[in-house]
């Protein structure tokens, strides 16, 4: 059964973005996030792998936000939706990324990581994925999109499992 991808909270911009994808790095014990007062620059991720921590790469702006953020899973702890802001520059007409992001897991929730500007100019589009997963291995992974100066997007991958009492059938048409 193919994953299936949720969200993603923000806008990528065709031209200007880059593509990242994390599809099946499940096993996530920290995500990085850098910020300013109005919006998230970089995540990374890091994984635990044959019992050592694998980092990712880091996506988004080059240069560090003026804040950092650590959010720190426990070994029992697993992502199981998020929630977000985008920016909206309406004298623009354009996203600029995002500046407001909130992990959710089996054990409760990590956020808000920074918060929504409030300025005559900038609209604050949220957006939330509830994934009610209930099981670890349903939690497949992240993707996104980010540019040079910070992220733009990011969204779930959802790997459905059927329940021991559930019948998967698939359809040709």
Known sequence: MEMIRA???GETSSYTDTHWDEKGNT???HIFVSFTYSRIISIQ???????????????????NGRSFRVVKLKHNEYVTGLSGCRVINSRL???EGINSLTFY????KHGSICEPAVTKY??????????????RRE???????CNKY???SIGIYVNPIPSSNTAVKRENV
């Open 93 to 95: 007409s354009r996203c």
């Open 122 to 135: 900038v609209t604050n589009i949220k957006t939330e994925i509830d994934l009610a997963i209930c099981d």
């Open 7 to 9: 969200g993603p909270v």
């Open 105 to 108: 897991t089996n054990l409760g």
């Open 139 to 145: 939690f497949g992974g992240f993707f996104g999109s």
């Open 150 to 152: 910070n992220l733009t």
């Open 45 to 63: 991720f890091g994984y635990i792998e044959n019992g050592a921590l694998v980092m990712s790469a880091k996506y988004g702006g080059d240069s």
């Open 27 to 29: 096993m996530i014990s």
